[in-house]
């Protein structure tokens, strides 16, 4: 195997710092992670009913309220 960070040969028994070859590695990748660099892709969802109830307006837009009178 080799590490995701320089890509040297790293030896995975009794090594605290797997799947990295050393801790600077394992740092650098912390960083770029911590920096936004990779990101895990997402899809927005719908907001569901109970953040629709908790939102300011209730949910409701003035549009909908205007014709319901």
Known sequence: MKCPTCHR??????NPNRPFCS???KLLDFGAWANGEYA???EESAPSL????RSP???DDDADRSTRR
């Open 9 to 14: 040969p790293i030896v995975w028994e009794g």
């Open 23 to 25: 801790e600077r590695c």
């Open 40 to 42: 895990v892709p997402a």
């Open 50 to 53: 109970e953040e629709l109830e």
């Open 57 to 59: 307006d209730g949910g």
